[in-house]
Every structure is written in structure tokens, then in C-alpha cells.
T-cell receptor
Framework: AQSVTQLDSQVPVFEEAPVELRCNYS??????LFWYVQYPNQGLQLLLK??????LVKGINGFEAEFNKSQTSFHLRKPSVHISDTAEYFC????????????FGRGTSLIVHP | ETGVTQSPTHLIKTRGQQVTLRCSSQ?????VSWYQQALGQGPQFIFQ???????GRGNFPPRFSGLQFPNYSSELNVNALELDDSALYLC?????????????FGPGTRLTVL
């Protein structure tokens, strides 16, 4: 089985500052990794995914994440945030070659202040 | 291209009642997954349907059941509602057969059990 730990439940940051949302995972098999964003009263939208290949993954809205196998981490970063990035962010892991059903973390609330 | 839609948007039920939630898949998709997202938590996998058959199930009791129809739309049924069933229920559709099948989420149905 896989599991995900999002180390921060809430991350406050000022507009135009950089941000990192931390995610660690646990799995005994190869995995796929994902970051999703959820805006208030909406469903989840995929920001980016790691399936294989380059460990630095670029996604939508200027976000990127780096897969670190030795540290079992998949931290999400953005060099300069906007007010509109205020949302809930979920890290997820799925067993590669399986049914691709993701296991989600508890989420990190990103709050961007003007 | 029509995205994933869910109905109703909100629903209030009392303990012991039964509820049916509906989901229409994104055009061209053949698989539907259902998730429960309790307040302040990440989504938890309930089950997945592929070609009208259950294709995987999470740790949910049998009073959670589902259907997938020939047009790939789906229903989630919950019997004997409990207070802890209050949550946002998310539906996600995908296309099985590709090397990786991204799940596209609907906006969810907010269920409140009193």
C-alpha cells in the first residue's frame, strides 16, 4: 500500500514570494506522483504528474515539482505566487502499472496575502 | 468537449435515509471512480467502475454501492446514512487503455446528514 504525508496543513505567504509545499510518500513499489489543486467549492484539477524520466516536472500555472527517490519526496514549488493561487493543494501517489487509483494526502492550504 | 458533471450540487438527508448521487463522465471516457472527501481531509477512494463492473474498491462498507450505465454515466448509492457520511463526494472519469489514464474530476456533491 502507498501513503502520503503532507507536512504542512497551512502555508501563508505574501504575494510574489516563492513557496514550497512539502510532500513525502511511502511505497514498496514504483509509483506515480501527482499534485492536484482544489479551489473553493470545486473539484480537483491536476497541476502536474511524475510518471518516469526527468525528475523535475513542470505543470500548469507556473508550478513545478521535483521527484527525489532517495528522500521519497515530491515537493511542489512556485517562484512567485499570486493571490489567485490561494487554494487547497493535494499530493497523491499511485502504484505504477496498476489501476492508477491515487492515494491522497490530507492537503495543504496555501494562503496568499497581498 | 463536455467535462465531468455531478448532480445534485448539495443534498441534505437525515440519518437512516438512502441517497443516490449521479455523475456524467467526460466524453470518450469509459471508467468512473468515486471518492469521499470529509471536511479538512483528502479524497478517499470508494470504488471504480469499468465497463459496468466494479473494478476496485476502497475501505468502505457494502452500504456504499454503485452502478455504471452503458453511456458510462454512474450512480453512487448510500444506504442507512450515518452522520459521518457527511462529506463532499467526487466523481472522476478516465479512459482505460492508455499507458496512463488521467482522472478528470467533477465539482462534487456536498452531502449533509443530520
Amino acid at each position: 500500500a502507498q501513503s502520503v504525508t503532507q507536512l504542512d496543513s497551512q502555508v501563508p505567504v505574501f504575494e510574489e514570494a516563492p513557496v514550497e509545499l512539502r510532500c513525502n510518500y511511502s511505497s514498496s513499489v514504483s509509483v506515480y506522483l501527482f499534485w492536484y489543486v482544489q479551489y473553493p467549492n470545486q473539484g480537483l484539477q491536476l497541476l502536474l504528474k511524475y510518471l518516469s524520466g526527468s525528475t523535475l516536472v513542470k505543470g500548469i500555472n507556473g508550478f513545478e515539482a521535483e521527484f527525489n527517490k532517495s528522500q521519497t519526496s515530491f515537493h511542489l514549488r512556485k517562484p512567485s505566487v499570486h493571490i489567485s493561487d490561494t487554494a487547497e493543494y493535494f499530493c497523491a501517489v499511485a502504484r505504477s502499472g496498476g489501476s492508477y487509483i491515487p492515494t491522497f494526502g490530507r492537503g495543504t492550504s496555501l494562503i496568499v496575502h497581498p | 468537449e463536455t467535462g465531468v458533471t455531478q448532480s445534485p450540487t448539495h443534498l441534505i438527508k437525515t440519518r437512516g435515509q438512502q441517497v443516490t448521487l449521479r455523475c456524467s463522465s467526460q466524453s470518450g471516457h469509459n471508467t468512473v471512480s468515486w471518492y469521499q472527501q470529509a471536511l479538512g481531509q483528502g479524497p478517499q477512494f470508494i470504488f471504480q467502475y469499468y465497463r459496468e463492473e466494479e473494478n476496485g474498491r476502497g475501505n468502505f462498507p457494502p452500504r456504499f454501492s454503485g452502478l455504471q450505465f452503458p453511456n458510462y454515466s454512474s450512480e453512487l448509492n448510500v444506504n442507512a446514512l450515518e452522520l459521518d457520511d457527511s462529506a463532499l463526494y467526487l466523481c472522476a472519469s478516465s479512459l482505460v487503455g492508455a499507458n496512463y489514464n488521467e482522472q478528470f474530476f467533477g465539482p462534487g456533491t456536498r452531502l449533509t446528514v443530520l
